[in-house]
């Protein structure tokens, strides 16, 4: 086997120094009744080339571009991600690095991350970003956890327009703790529903996504002026990180946490993860931070360098006292997230933002002449709801390789016949014609 | 003998991100603008981001540089302990990335994912067979991501037999992160001491299981490298007072195909993709936690599941005792892939791997034990662990030591863990590095322990060779200064 390098003369050689007859004998320390009594019943081993063969047989399975259009983003985004991301992101002192313990011969990391933190903490308009969590959805379920410990309130108010499965996971975390979990309704603009947020007392934190799941931006200013002042935190979530190229960011309406996904970043969609947990909060925050942090000092010389910092708040330290239980985080796609934002700058981050946005807007307004009613009348970034009134559109455009939108009636059963559309700047004009071509024929009957 | 590795190149000196670039650049290709500009409410529209502009050559430069300041497994040996720093095949990273894969949204029709689908499936498979439990989730992305899932997994288990406790046991022996899962899921941890030969005593777990500790979660093979021999005898403990028994599978690379998990009395199992199945750890991530459990727990794992039905294969949510969703999606699928890839790759060569890496740590063993003090002198795992104790007298520590080390070419093994050794040096060599490989790092660590005696002032200065020497971590954390102080930061 290519990957391990002992022949049999080492072996033997090895043995001897050790002590032990056998390569079986090394294992004499367990008891005969801990011993596995059977072989490990897995196929032959295959070579490189037939296991080329296998998965590439099971990756053409799979309905991706540019085989198929798909206008789909719902928490996981289609973006183009510029070769020299990818090639730089595969240089293996990265990926083959550990976590960053030994700072001397890290520096490629540790610099890289805190570039990411800064970057982070600029797009989200907050003073401090960690190094990163799992994904959107945990460090939604940590940021509320963290809101908890500060405000020593354990009753929190979610938004119901939240990602489905980001409130699932937040319910998975929080049940152990016995929190209360209040949903905020949407209203029929597709916004959360605040007018009943005033009459909640004591409440730890509110959350809202924004955009969010339904595409629109939320009113965060008007949060940030119920919030400011109070125990409460405010917490803003997100999927889709690009829309703050345009809008205005969490920290600039009064937002105590910012947190979501960075998958858009650069990041390959891979089935939905490894994805990036974005992470940034106010500076008198930082100690009640979950994860990893990257600080800036100097070495002996006086020359700059950088640490992980902070780690009193860490598991390895503080024990069941800790902030968080995370250790392995997502660094190499946060490091990815920054070789793309760096790749954009400050004018190509609007000018893809703003790209993003003219062809949603474009897709919504052609829909709209061709008869089909849009949802919600909120200003959006690059997803919308839309209703398709006859189911059999959706399937027939599938056979044509068109993936038109999500179904959104196993999440919100009265929103029947609607569709979440998402449109980046992958889909092309004659891409979003093709669509409402196929809707109007459906349409006609 | 080879000699070291350890020299010094051309190191380029390379700037903070946002010192570069000049306004107007950029580093990446806009799409054609094929639609007209639309109107927008500019109440909600943001300044444009002072992100500094680069073209696309400074932006490779800058990540290239960056990149050479790294010391990676493909670099060099890096034995870390408890880490399994195992080479990482290339052929994973080309699987991960053909376009079926990395390219595959995750709420497609099932009809359409059918081939992630059963990778999923099959490494289900094949980590439950190589674990001998039952049923497996690949959902955790991370090990302290599987600990959290396996202690909400005890919590649902006592639930729904209506109890609810709040103790759990937690070994000297155990992994660092275990403590702080615990307490996500409300158990306060009851600390218990290995005995005199580095392993539990059943004795020990007797004394304090009762009907109000959710279980235990010991760490097998445990953070000294040694097999918890009494294990089965502690798992009929803690089973016989209603507990159940988590075992931390960060240390599965000792013994894949040589233990069952499953037949010790181990209810619940965490493994890391990225330590024992080779996937690459990124610098910190992502990785993967995938969990295992014995039948009885298997409605409570976390949902979708991925269903099989004849070839067919589905997710489903349809698993009422479920402790819900840890992931927006499915985990790490592009982890899992190149697990998944190794797996087929190695087959049963997998126990050849277990016994290598045992072959190789013990060697270390043998070989250093004459120069550095070995606290527990018994034959090790996968791992072993020295201390400072030789090098007092010298007031030389672990730290200095390890850092010195560098200078040679060699990452340093992970120190002062566990506690209960103090000055730990905890080394892992893992079966992927040569006899020769491993003969430069015993003559390298003999010669760090001579200098240790004959010229401190080296040791205490190390490393040498590194772009930066020891950095000053307490004022780095007495004024955190955590982004360049760009934006509002």
């Known amino acids: ?445 | 003998m080879k000699e070291f590795a350890g020299a010094t190149g051309l190191i380029l000196q390379e700037p903070c991100l946002m010192e570069l670039g000049r306004k107007g650049r950029l580093g990446i290709s806009i799409p054609r603008r094929d639609v007209e500009s639309a109107s927008i409410d500019e109440t909600l529209a943001g300044e444009v981001l002072n992100f500094p502009d680069l073209s696309e050559v400074e932006v490779v430069r800058h990540y290239t540089r960056l990149s050479t300041w790294n010391f990676g497994v493909d670099t060099g040996m890096y034995p870390l302990g408890s880490c399994t720093m195992k080479y990482n095949p290339k052929t994973n990273e080309k699987q991960a990335s053909r376009p079926g894969f990395a390219g595959a949204h995750p709420l497609l029709p099932t009809s359409l994912s059918q081939g992630v689908l059963r990778i999923l499936f099959e490494l289900e498979r094949c980590l439950a067979e190589i674990t001998g439990m039952d049923a497996v989730s690949l959902q955790p992305a991370a090990g302290a991501h599987g600990e959290l899932t396996g202690m909400l997994v005890f919590y649902a288990y006592h639930k729904s037999k209506g109890s609810r406790r709040t103790k759990i046991i937690v070994p000297d022996t155990a992994h660092g992160t275990n403590p702080a899962s615990a307490a996500l899921c409300g158990f306060s941890p009851v600390n218990v001491s290995s005995n005199e030969r580095g392993v539990l005593s059943a004795q020990t777990i007797a004394e304090v299981m009762d009907e109000n500790t959710a279980g235990i979660m010991v760490t097998n093979p445990n953070t000294l490298g040694f097999f918890e021999e009494n294990i089965k005898e502690i798992a009929e403990i803690v089973h016989a007072k209603g507990g159940l028994v988590y075992a931390d599978g960060a240390n599965m690379n000792a013994v894949m195909g040589i233990v069952n998990a499953g037949d010790i009395g181990v209810d619940v199992l965490h493994l890391n993709l990225h330590k024992t199945f080779s996937t690459p750890h990124g610098g910190g991530g992502p990785g993967a936690g995938p969990v295992c459990v014995k039948r009885h727990l298997e409605p409570f794992l976390p949902v979708p599941r991925v269903l099989d039905e004849n070839g067919k294969y589905s997710l489903s949510y349809d698993f009422p005792q479920s402790i819900g969703k840890l992931h927006a999606f499915y985990g790490n699928p592009g982890i899992i892939i190149r697990a998944y890839s190794y797996i087929l790759s190695m087959g049963k060569e997998l126990k050849k791997a277990s016994q290598l890496a045992v072959l190789n740590a013990n060697y270390i063993k043998e070989r250093l034990k004459g120069f550095l003090h070995l606290p527990y002198d018994r034959p090790c795992m996968h791992e072993c662990v020295f201390s400072d104790k030789n090098q007092a007298s010298q007031k030389i520590t672990t730290l200095d030591m390890v850092k010195r080390l560098m200078d040679y070419g060699f990452h340093p093994p992970t120190i002062y863990f566990p506690l209960v050794v103090h000055g730990a040096i905890m080394i892992e060599p893992t079966e992927t590095e040569s006899k020769e490989d491993i003969d430069v790092f015993i003559e390298a660590f003999k010669q760090v322990i001579k200098e240790a005696g004959e010229n401190p002032e080296l040791l205490l200065n190390a490393p040498h060779r590194p772009k930066v020497t020891r950095l000053d971590e307490t004022s780095a954390a007495r004024n955190p200064r955590l982004t360049c102080g760009f934006g509002n930061g």
């Open chain 1, 1 to 445: 086997m290519r990957y391990l390098p002992h022949t049999g003369e080492d072996i033997a050689e090895m043995l001897k120094v050790v002590g032990a007859a056998s390569l079986d004998e090394l294992f004499s320390s367990i008891p005969e009744a801990c011993r596995r009594k059977t072989e490990l019943d897995l196929p032959e081993p295959m070579t490189e080339w037939e296991l080329n063969d296998h998965m590439e047989a099971l990756a053409k399975s799979m309905a991706v571009a540019p085989e198929y259009k798909l206008f789909l983003g719902a928490g996981s985004y289609e973006h183009h991600i510029p070769a020299s991301v990818s090639y730089l992101l595969g240089r293996s002192e990265f990926s083959t690095a550990y976590t960053p313990y030994q700072p001397e011969i890290s520096q490629g990391t540790l610099q890289a991350i805190f570039e990411y933190q800064s970057l982070t903490a600029a797009l989200l308009g907050m003073d401090v970003a960690n190094a990163s969590l799992y994904d959107g959805a945990s460090a939604l379920a940590e940021a509320l956890l963290m809101a908890a410990r500060i405000s020593r309130q354990k009753k929190v108010a979610v938004s119901t327009l939240i990602h489905p499965h980001y409130r699932q996971v937040i319910r998975t975390y929080l049940e152990p703790a016995e929190f209360e979990i209040i949903e905020l309704p949407y209203t029929r603009g597709g916004r959360t529903d605040l007018s009943g947020l005033e009459n909640i007392k004591g409440l730890g934190a509110v959350a809202v996504q924004s955009p969010n799941f339904f595409g629109c931006i939320e009113d965060l200013a008007a949060i940030g002026n119920l919030t400011r002042g109070t125990r409460t935190l405010f917490v803003t979530s997100f999927t889709e990180p690009l829309a703050y190229g345009l809008y205005k960011s969490p920290g600039s309406q009064g937002a105590d946490i910012a947190c979501g996904e960075g998958q858009s970043f650069g990041i390959p969609q891979s089935f939905g993860g490894p994805g990036l947990g974005m992470f940034a909060c106010l500076k008198q925050y930082v100690r009640n931070m979950p994860g990893r942090l990257i600080g800036q000092t100097e070495d002996r010389e006086g020359r700059r360098g950088f640490v992980l910092t902070l780690a009193t708040r860490e598991q390895h330290i503080r024990r069941e006292k800790a902030t968080s239980n995370i250790c392995t985080n997502s660094g190499l796609c946060a490091i990815t997230a920054a070789m793309y934002l760096a790749s954009l700058g400050g004018t190509g981050l609007r000018e893809l933002a703003r790209l993003n946005y003219d062809k949603s807007e474009y897709l919504k307004k052609e829909l709209r002449k061709a008869g089909f009613k849009v949802a919600f009348d909120g200003p959006t970034f690059n997803e919308f709801v839309v209703e398709f009134p006859n189911g059999a559109a959706y399937q027939r455009l599938l056979d044509q390789k068109v993936v038109a939108g999500l179904p959104l009636a196993s999440y919100f059963p009265e929103l029947s016949d609607h569709y979440l559309v998402c449109v980046t700047e992958t889909r092309t004009k004659a891409d979003m014609d093709g669509l409402v071509e196929e809707l109007k024929i459906v349409k006609r009957g």
